[in-house]
């Protein structure tokens, strides 16, 4: 079972619509990531937050908003959405950004469709 | 070039058969290496770190090679539970926490 919690595990939504994406871990991790996956792709990185702060945006579009509200929680705020952006939205953690040796978890995933 | 590059396949096996993956890598300064494992329409998972000396994990064995710069991964006595996708992954060590990903290995294991 992994210890990567993610809600909703499945999301349809229309093009209007504002949605989160929720992502809980307990392990005592202090980097928490959010990939994108399509079909038959590896993962691709969209932000990481290091001790709650934001580290990494791969250049991604504004109509996504990452949030970090404490070292457990990690949301992805969801606003203007285009069909193209359907995907598996994956979430990460590990215990810092060194990663070395570090054991990386990735939640179940949300499998966001957008109409 | 790609950073990681690994052969899409699909390999087909029969069970029992011993496959093996190579993965290339680009940059030279690459610090950590790992294998995952994807199964259809769920996330990834770690198998295993890799390790110059090379590591053993039952019938799992990576191999990293840096003066070649690939890492490969061997699967002796192939389940059908084995069948999934193989994803070669690399960290820089900019400690950045990114992880580069190869496009993965398609390993399909028959009766």
């Known amino acids: 079972d992994t210890e990567v919690t993610q809600t909703p595990k499945h999301l349809v939504m229309g093009m209007t619509n504002k949605k989160s994406l929720k992502c809980e871990q307990h392990?005592?991790?202090?980097?928490m990531y959010w990939y994108k996956q399509k079909a038959k792709k590896p993962p691709e990185l969209m932000f990481v937050y290091s001790y709650e702060k934001l580290s990494i945006n791969e250049s991604v579009p504004s109509r996504f908003s990452p949030e970090c509200p404490n070292s457990s929680l990690l949301n992805l705020h969801l606003h203007a959405l285009q069909p193209e952006d359907s995907a598996l939205y994956l979430c990460?953690?590990?215990?810092?950004?060194?990663?070395?040796?570090?054991?990386?978890?990735f939640g179940q995933g949300t499998r966001l469709t957008v109409v | 070039r790609k950073e990681v590059e690994q052969d899409p396949g699909p390999f087909n096996v029969p069970e029992g058969a011993t496959v093996a993956f190579n993965c290339t890598y680009s940059n030279s300064a690459s610090q950590s290496f790992f294998w995952y494992r994807q199964d259809c329409r769920k996330e990834p998972k770690l198998l295993m770190s890799?390790?110059?000396s090379g590591n053993e994990d039952g019938r799992f064995t990576a191999q990293l090679n840096r003066a070649s710069q690939y890492i490969s991964l061997l699967i002796r006595d192939s389940k059908l539970s084995d069948s999934a996708t193989y994803l070669c992954?690399?960290?820089?060590?900019?400690?950045?926490?990114?992880?580069?990903f190869g496009q993965g290995t398609t390993l399909q294991v028959k009766p």
């Open positions: 992954v690399v960290t820089l060590p900019s400690n950045t926490g990114k992880l580069i």
């Open positions: 890799v390790y110059s």
């Open positions: 392990m005592g991790h202090r980097a």
């Open positions: 990460a953690s590990s215990q810092d950004l060194a990663l070395r040796g570090a054991l990386r978890g």
